[in-house]
């Protein structure tokens, strides 16, 4: 089944990804100041939010924020690597697909979840820094998101404790209103 989506609702959903992967970006920055490939990635997310063009400049730039989750998780810096897979999430967001499959909420709350989990774990390495993400600083979506998110089957099962945080948000979002 197709859903109807538009360009401008996919815009809207990538500036919300956008935000959200923009908020964890200082838990890598302290861990790997040198490494731009995160903020490329947001940067390129809010390019297309603003009115660019889905270029594989927005594809590169995943792969880069990607390459950079990966490069921190091997280094054991677990919280950079997530703040670094939110800006991956924030850049993929702009490929959200009109299918109606469960997968596609990832696309949707992908940046969102990543970057609480970043925040949690970053909670966990210095107790006295960032709290819950969801609890300290919620990123409010524009209505328009919550409506494209309720035209999707809920958030599939799995994918561990981000695959736990993308359902808690989902839930609370159909919830809504």
């Known amino acids: 089944m197709i859903i109807e989506l538009s360009l401008a609702e996919i815009?809207?959903?990538?500036g919300y990804a956008a935000a959200c992967g923009r908020s964890a970006l200082a838990i890598f920055e302290r861990e790997r100041p040198e490494d731009p490939r995160p903020w490329d990635a947001i940067n390129a997310a809010q390019d297309f939010?603003?009115?660019g063009r889905r270029t594989k400049t927005l594809r590169d730039r995943a792969w880069g924020a990607q390459r950079a989750a990966h490069e921190a998780r091997d280094a054991g810096k677990a919280a950079a690597s997530e703040a670094a897979l939110a800006a991956l999430a924030a850049a993929g967001a702009a490929f959200l697909h009109p299918l109606a499959k469960a997968a596609q909420v990832k696309h949707i709350l992908g940046s969102a979840a990543h970057?609480?989990?970043?925040f949690e774990l970053?909670?966990?390495?210095n107790p006295a820094g960032?709290?819950?993400h969801m609890a300290q600083?919620?990123?409010?979506?524009?209505p328009v998101v919550v409506d494209v998110l309720k035209r999707y089957p809920a958030a599939p099962t799995g994918g561990g404790r981000v695959g736990e945080l993308v359902r808690q948000l989902d839930a609370s979002l159909r919830q809504a209103e």
């Open 130 to 132: 960032e709290a819950s």
């Open 115 to 118: 970057a609480a989990r970043a």
């Open 122 to 125: 970053a909670a966990q390495e």
């Open 137 to 142: 600083t919620p990123i409010r979506p524009h």
């Open 11 to 14: 815009r809207e959903v990538t």
């Open 49 to 51: 939010a603003d009115g």
